[in-house]
Structures are given as structure tokens and as C-alpha cells.
């Protein structure tokens, strides 16, 4: 499938560039062969060669008509990304259940270096965020800039190498931790030639949005888009301030950032929290911008909302990074801005939130019936709910009490699994049956199924920190009658225990549901295809595409 | 009319994007720049000296294995931060982290302060096994520190690296990094002698892992540990006082009793 749609030059043009990717392996695996570096330059040689064997045994397979290109999308990147997307959630998220239960037995991680806590745990934030997270927006990003722009991808072969290249920054940050290497970034720990990569690709990735934007046969560029653009373009930007280093030397994986201490801590969580706007809300805001209202047949609540709630929060997100750093020996007046901007953020993100929810007022009974759109309803309130507790940890002195608690953890995994997964979960059961011209799911009880473990796990997961954040954040800074504190560390990490072994049941269930999922959609793909006259609306030169469900409605 | 005004951008994706750009940038440049221009914002401490070889190669250990992601290393200014681990953390005590280590989360309690509150033999204990020395604890063991010998013939690269980024070690320093990476795990021999004489008297020579025949992993660490908080004295000398937790019930209990201090 992957080569179906590429003439015999673009075959060959892929192969060239593999055959570049491959000599950089090469050039890696000679300078770092006394380093790990060589392991991965090794393993750079190897997969790009692997995809070169592929592409030559289909040189001379069919080839596609060129003639009917512009009128017809180009799906092929997108139902791999989203397949690659599945796949990583199942790693992300068992890593997860595996981290969950090491804090309550320590000894699974069976005195083997690579499957300690502090090995696994980046790679299950890696695994979730960017393997998950980042192939769905991928994905989605290329199917909603098509049909909103009714044009096809400005590209052939640069889709497949964002998309390709995009896994392997993914492969080798997450093999590079396990064996040892990183940066200690968090959200940014790969070393410095995989985020050198990471730049490529996501050059790539800008100018083949744009591009593709710039034939859109409307005149107006749809809400979705922003957010996908501000994705884009705001995350290159954190990525090269954050990850600026020097090498060791150039056969070194190992490299310093040329921040250090107070300034270094404050591009950090300048980077981190708007990882956590940019990659984790923007990107996700616009796969809500479209499948929603989409799946909903109904539009947009209101365009003046939308306005407001994007600008407000390019703005305001990258003022807040300095909540992160209250009561540190971050100087006060930065810690004050933080705090400011994080409560004014609570407009713009409620202004979205709200702009979903009152999307479906009148669609009520379509939420009760359609599990697909309640995932994405139940989104919707996790992300308003989500904001809301941050907004309110942002502030002094709740923070005083929840930082480096559980209480962080729990509102993280409000996020991500209410918000960031079950919008994607929502996203993908929309656009799997109209990507594979399937006339619905395989199963719509597999998919009940799924959105109640998700549920249900999330809530186990997110009540259990919130309890036992507060409960530890509490036993810190309580003191005894004649002014001594009155618990030990170990006192409060021995009440700790019962919460580790809950949040580790709840995203067991999580799992279980992203499981289920996976078979749905792979049992979907095998299905007999659809009449193939729904098949045939979805063409950008049909008014379908666009229709009224996903225009704003002013 | 505001609106009208976003129907025009809506229509041009540079313009889109540049205006992306704009607002993007402001809070950014508003709150970085500034902590590289005001002097204020680290602390003078003319007696702050960078990590030996030793315990440079310990701190890279330290994030190999991610130890960071359960043990801050940031005490607030907050006083049951102050009354559990020590003084508060001012910014001069990581001016030469290159990347900081504070910390975002305490599965484990914060180092700080952690150097000299344990001896050397605890440590390699509790590294080896934490549930020996500390049997409800939840940290991973790591027995293949004291199994894996340190790589030092890199360590004048490492050094040079940070040198180039603004780190104050010597071009004596860098050629000596191997020699004095060693000479701190072996208290007796010549090697140790140029370890403080290049780091100074404080700098601590010892057979850290308690073997002197072969220098480890484990021998790094330990050193790392040991140095926490002890890189200069100038959280000592800072008189400002920390701040009561800031709810209601602590506030009152705070004031019942005279503030509990070190
Ligand atoms: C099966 C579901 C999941 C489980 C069991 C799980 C478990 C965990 C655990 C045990 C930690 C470490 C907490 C600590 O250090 O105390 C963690 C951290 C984290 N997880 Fe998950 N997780 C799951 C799903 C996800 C998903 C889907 C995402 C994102 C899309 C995510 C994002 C994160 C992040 C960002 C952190 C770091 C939090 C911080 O630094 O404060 N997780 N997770
Ligand atoms: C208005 C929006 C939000 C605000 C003001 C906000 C604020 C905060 C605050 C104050 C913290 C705790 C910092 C600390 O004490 O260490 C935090 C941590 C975090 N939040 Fe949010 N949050 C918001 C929305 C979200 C959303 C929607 C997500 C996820 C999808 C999210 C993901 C995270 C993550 C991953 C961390 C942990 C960072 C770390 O320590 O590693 N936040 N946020």
C-alpha cells in the first residue's frame, strides 16, 4: 500500500533519500563506535536499508494514474499514522501500568538497568505524548488540512518522510533512554542528533502544511487549521530554544545544554508547559475542531468564541511556564507573571471547552446513542475540568501544597487520558470508517466497551492521586504540638503505597480499553468495503467535504 | 470589526502564521531575557567551585538513571521545606548545571543537602539494595553501578564541552580530568594530591565504593551524592528567612510556636 500511490521516479526519489538517511547511520555508527552513539547510528544504517530492500522489490510494481491526482485525497500516510498511533499507545500506555506498579513493587524492575523506574519513565511519557500523541496529530492534521482545504497534500513522498522520520526521532529517543541516554529534559530528553532530526522532519512538516494550505479552494482558512498550524509552528520553536547543547564531541551521544541552573530551569518549563499548550491542547483543540462537529452534523457553537479562545491562548500559555518554579530560587517577580497569566488562561480554555460542549446542545440524544461522540463530549468536560485544576494549582499557595506531590500527577493524567486520549479516541473511531470507506465500525459495542474502561480508569487513576497528593502534600507541612514536623518522608511514603496499587488497576483498565480498540479497528479495516457510492463524496472537488457540519455558523 | 479584521488574516497562511509568531514570542522574551541581564538574579558566592571530574561523571550517572524523575534537588523557601532538608536553594548553588536537576516531583525526598548526612558505606549499600537500609522504601536498586567501571579517558572531552559553555574550569583541569577523576576515589595515592590542589581543600578524596583496586559507576555516584549542597556556603550565610506554608491551619500552628529552624 505504501508505494501504490508513488510513480517509478518517486519510488526512486524515496530511495535516495533513504540511501541519505542510511549514510548518516553510517557516518554515526563510524564517529560514535566507541559510544552508544554507534548503537543508534547502527541502527539508523539498518532501518533505512531495510526500507531501501522494500522500495526496490516495488520499483516496478503498477503504477499509480497521475492524471487523477488532484482531484482525489491522499490517504495512505494517514491510515499508516494512525495504525503506528495504536501502536504506540499500547507501548506507551503498558510502560505506564508497568511504572504504576514498580512505585508499588519495587522489584519489578528485576535489578536490570534498563527496566528501572527511571529508565521506563521517560520512555512511557515519550511512548504516550510523542509515539501516540504525535502520530495521531500527524495523522489527523493530514486528513483535516484535505478536506477542509478540499485539496490533496502538497506532497507525495514528504508525507511518508514526516510521518516515517517522525518514528524514528520517536524509536530512537525511546531505545536511547532504555540503554541510557538523555538529556534529562523533561518532555525533551532525546540527545542532541535525534533532536537535530527531529528538525528536519518538522521543517518538512511545516512547509507541506503550508503548502498544501495555499490550494485550498476556500477562501478562509477553517479553525481546525490554526490550531494545527500554531502546533506546528510554536513547537519548532520550543524544541530548538530548549535543546540547544554541545556535544560531548561529534562521536558523543552525550551532550550539556548551554542553559544552566536558574535560566535553564526557566527555559525548561517555558518549553514544558507549552509542550504541554501546543502539543498537548492546540493540536488536540483542532482535532476537536473538526470531529466534533463533524460526527455531531452540527456546527461550530460560535465562531466569535473560537477567535477569542485561540488567540487568548497563543498568547497567554507562554507567559505561565513560571508556575512551574514557585517558591524556587526562580526571582519572585517571574513567579508572579506566571501565576497571572495561568489564571487569565482559565478564559481562553473555557472559551473552547464551552464553544464544544454547547456544539452538541441540541445533539443530546446523539451523545447518549453514539459512544464515539460521547468519548469526545466526555473530552470536552476533562479538558474544561483539567484547566481549571491547573489554573488553580498555578496559584502560590495551592502550589505550596501540590508541587512535587502526586496531586501534579493526577492533574497530568486528567489531561491525557481524559482530554488528550479520549479526544483521539473519539477522532479515530470518526475517521477510521470514512478513511477505509467503511460504512461504520466493526463493533459499536466494542467501542461502548472501550469509552466505559476509559472512563472508568481514568476516574481510579486521577481520584487516587488526587488523594493521595493531598494526603502527602499535607503530611509534609504539618508540625507537632512543640514545633517539630510531625511526619518522616518514609511516614508519608508508606501511605502512599495503597494509591499506587489503585492508580496502577486504573490504567490497567485504561490499557485494557485501548486494547479493545485496537482490535475494532483492525477487524473495521478487514471488513468488505462499503457501496461505493458513499466512498465516492469524498472527493475534493465534491461540496461534501466541507459541507455545513464544519463551518462556523456566523 | 475586530472580527472582520481575522475574516482578512483567515485568508493569508503566512500572515496567519507570522501573527502566531508575534504573540508567541512576547511572554517568552518578557520572562528569559531578563534573568540573563539582572544581576540580582544569581547570588554572588566568590567560594562556588564547578565538580570535579569524579563527580561531573557521578551527576551524568545521576541522569542516566534518571534519578531526577522521583528526587528534587530545589528546597523551596517554604519553612517545612527548610525544616526538613535545610536551608532554601538559592539560584548560585546550580549556576553551573548544565542542565539543572531541581525537579519536579518527590517519590523520593529532596538532595539538595544531600552531601555528608550519610557516610559513603550507606550510600553504596542503599544504591546496591535501598530495602536493605530501608526496608518500606520504593526506590530501584541498582547493583550494576558497583559492577561497571567508570569510563574516564573521555572525561578532558566532558570537561572542555562545559569549558566551551561557559563552566570555569582550567585548560590544567581538562588535561588533568582522567588523573583526577581516579586520584578522588584513591585517598593514598599521588593522584589525590592534584585533586585538591585544583579543586581546592573541601574537595573529599575517598574510596567512595570502598574499593580502591577498581574505579565504578558506584564510585561516581557516591561522589555526587557527597558533593550536594556543599559547593559553597552561601545558603548558610543568607539570612532572609523562609515562609510560613500558607493556609490557614499552618499558620496558626506556625505562630504558637517559635519558627523551628535548623
Ligand atoms: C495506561 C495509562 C497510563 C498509566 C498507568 C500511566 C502511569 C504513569 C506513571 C506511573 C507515571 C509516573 C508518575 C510518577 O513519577 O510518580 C506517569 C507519568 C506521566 N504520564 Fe502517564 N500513564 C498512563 C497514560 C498516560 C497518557 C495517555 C499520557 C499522555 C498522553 C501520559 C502522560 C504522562 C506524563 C506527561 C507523565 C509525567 C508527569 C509529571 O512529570 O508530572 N500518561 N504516568
Ligand atoms: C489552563 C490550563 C492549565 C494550567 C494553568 C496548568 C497549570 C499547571 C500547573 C500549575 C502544574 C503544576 C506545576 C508544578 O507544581 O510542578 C501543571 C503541571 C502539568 N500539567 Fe497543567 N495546566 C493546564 C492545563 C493542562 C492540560 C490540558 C494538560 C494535559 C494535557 C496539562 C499537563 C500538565 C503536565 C504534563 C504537567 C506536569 C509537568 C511536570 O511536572 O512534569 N496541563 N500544570
Request: charged share 15%; glycine share 8%; proline share 4%.
Amino acid at each position: 500500500m505504501m508505494v501504490s500511490q508513488l510513480t517509478r521516479g518517486e519510488r526512486q526519489g524515496s530511495i535516495l533519500i533513504a540511501a541519505a538517511v542510511a549514510l548518516c547511520g553510517l557516518a554515526l555508527a563510524i564517529a560514535g563506535r566507541n559510544d552508544l552513539l554507534g548503537v543508534h547510528g547502527a541502527f539508523v544504517l539498518v532501518g533505512s536499508v531495510a526500507l531501501i530492500a522494500f522500495l526496490l522489490s516495488r520499483l516496478d510494481s503498477p503504477e499509480p494514474d497521475v492524471s487523477r491526482r488532484p482531484s482525489e485525497y491522499y490517504d495512505d500516510p494517514i491510515k499508516v499514522g494512525i495504525a503506528l498511533s495504536m501502536l504506540w499507545a499500547i507501548f506507551g500506555m503498558f510502560v505506564g501500568v508497568w511504572v504504576a506498579a514498580e512505585l508499588a513493587w519495587p522489584s519489578l524492575n528485576f535489578d536490570t538497568a534498563w527496566l528501572s523506574f527511571g529508565r521506563l519513565r521517560p520512555a512511557h511519557t515519550t511512548g504516550v505524548i510523542f509515539g501516540f500523541g504525535g502520530n495521531a496529530l500527524i495523522a489527523t492534521s493530514f486528513h483535516v488540512v484535505q478536506r477542509t482545504s478540499r485539496a490533496r497534500l502538497a506532497g507525495q513522498i514528504s508525507p511518508w518522510f514526516v510521518l516515517l522520520g517522525y518514528n524514528l526521532f520517536c524509536f530512537l529517543a525511546v531505545t536511547g533512554y532504555l540503554m541510557g541516554l538523555t538529556q534529562s529534559k523533561e518532555y525533551a530528553e532525546p540527545e542532541w542528533y535525534a533532536d537535530l532530526w527531529l528538525v528536519v522532519v518538522w521543517v518538512t512538516y511545516f512547509v507541506l502544511y503550508l503548502r498544501t494550505i495555499a490550494r485550498r479552494k476556500e477562501p478562509h482558512i477553517y479553525v481546525a487549521n490554526w490550531y494545527f498550524m500554531a502546533f506546528i509552528v510554536v513547537v519548532a520553536i520550543l524544541h530548538i530554544v530548549n535543546n540547544l547543547a554541545i556535544p560531548v564531541s561529534l562521536g558523543h551521544a552525550w551532550s550539556y545544554p548551554i542553559w544552566s541552573g536558574v535560566q535553564d530551569a526557566m527555559v525548561q518549563w517555558w518549553y514544558g508547559h507549552n509542550a504541554v499548550a501546543f502539543f498537548l491542547t492546540a493540536g488536540f483543540l483542532g482535532m476537536m475542531y473538526y470531529y466534533l462537529p463533524k460526527r455531531a452534523e452540527r456546527p461550530i457553537f460560535s465562531y466569535r468564541l473560537s477567535i477569542l479562545s485561540f488567540w487568548g491562548i497563543t498568547f497567554f500559555y507562554m507567559w505561565a511556564g513560571s508556575h512551574h518554579l514557585h517558591y524556587t530560587a526562580l526571582p519572585h517577580w517571574v513567579q508572579t507573571l506566571g501565576m497571572t497569566f495561568s489564571i487569565m488562561l482559565l478564559v481562553p480554555s473555557w472559551a473552547s471547552a464551552g464553544n464544544a460542549i454547547l456544539t452538541l446542545n441540541g445533539a443530546w440524544h446523539k451523545v447518549r446513542n453514539d459512544a464515539t461522540l460521547r468519548f469526545m463530549f466526555v473530552a470536552a468536560v476533562f479538558y474544561g475540568l483539567s484547566t481549571f485544576e491547573g489554573s488553580f494549582l498555578a496559584i502560590r499557595p495551592v502550589n505550596s501544597l501540590s508541587h512535587y506531590t502526586d496531586w501534579t500527577v493526577g492533574h497530568v493524567h486528567a489531561g491525557a487520558l481524559g482530554w488528550v486520549a479520549l479526544i483521539t479516541f473519539g477522532s479515530i473511531y470518526t475517521l477510521v470508517p470514512s478513511l477505509w470507506k467503511r460504512e461504520r465500525m466493526y463493533s459499536a459495542a466494542l467501542v461502548e466497551v472501550h469509552f466505559w474502561l476509559a472512563l472508568i480508569g481514568t476516574l481510579i487513576y486521577v481520584f487516587a492521586m488526587w488523594n493521595s497528593g493531598i494526603v502527602q502534600g499535607l503530611m509534609w507541612r504539618t508540625y507537632t504540638e512543640s514545633g517539630t514536623l510531625a511526619y518522616s518522608f518514609l511516614d508519608s511514603l508508606v501511605a502512599m503505597y495503597p494509591y499506587y496499587i489503585a492508580r496502577t488497576l486504573g490504567g490497567f483498565l485504561f490499557l485494557l480499553g485501548a486494547i479493545v480498540g485496537c482490535y475494532n479497528i483492525w477487524m473495521t479495516v478487514r471488513a468488505s468495503p462499503a457501496a461505493a457510492e458513499t466512498a465516492l463524496k469524498d472527493l475534493p472537488d465534491a461540496r461534501w467535504a466541507e459541507g455545513t457540519a464544519t463551518t462556523p455558523a456566523e | 470589526m475586530a472580527e472582520l479584521f481575522h475574516r482578512k488574516i483567515e485568508r493569508t497562511a503566512i500572515g496567519f502564521v507570522l501573527a502566531i509568531i508575534a504573540a508567541a514570542s512576547v511572554g517568552g522574551i518578557i520572562e528569559i531575557a531578563p534573568l540573563f541581564t539582572i544581576d540580582e538574579t544569581v547570588e554572588e558566592a566568590p567560594d562556588m567551585r564547578p565538580y570535579t571530574p569524579l563527580e561531573l561523571a557521578g551527576r551524568n550517572v545521576y541522569m542516566r538513571e534518571g534519578c531526577y524523575a522521583c528526587h528534587s534537588q530545589m528546597i523551596r523557601t517554604l519553612r517545612d521545606d527548610v525544616d526538613r532538608y535545610g536551608p532554601y536553594s538559592l539560584a548560585v548553588e546550580s549556576r553551573y548545571d548544565h542542565p539543572m536537576l531541581w525537579g519536579s516531583k518527590r517519590t523520593g525526598p529532596d538532595l539538595a543537602r544531600i552531601g555528608g548526612k550519610y557516610s559513603d558505606i550507606w550510600h553504596v549499600a542503599h544504591l546496591t539494595n535501598p530495602r536493605d537500609v530501608v526496608p518500606q522504601s520504593n526506590m530501584p536498586s541498582y547493583p550494576w553501578l558497583a559492577r561497571t567501571s567508570l569510563r574516564t579517558d573521555d572525561l578532558g572531552l566532558h570537561l572542555a564541552a562545559q569549558q566551551l559553555i561557559g563552566v570555569p574550569y582550567t585548560d590544567e583541569m581538562i588535561a588533568n580530568a582522567a588523573r583526577d577523576a581516579l586520584g578522588q576515589a584513591l585517598p593514598d595515592s599521588d593522584y589525590a594530591a592534584g585533586v585538591q590542589e585544583r579543586y581546592g581543600d573541601e574537595a573529599q578524596i575517598s574510596a567512595f565504593d570502598g574499593v580502591t583496586t577498581e574505579l565504578t559507576e558506584m564510585d561516581a555516584l557516591v561522589a555526587y551524592l557527597q558533593v550536594l549542597g556543599t559547593l559553597t556556603d552561601a545558603a548558610y550565610e543568607n539570612t532572609v528567612a523562609p515562609e510560613e506554608a500558607p493556609d490557614a491551619e499552618d499558620l496558626a500552628a506556625g505562630s504558637a510556636t517559635a519558627s523551628g529552624g535548623r
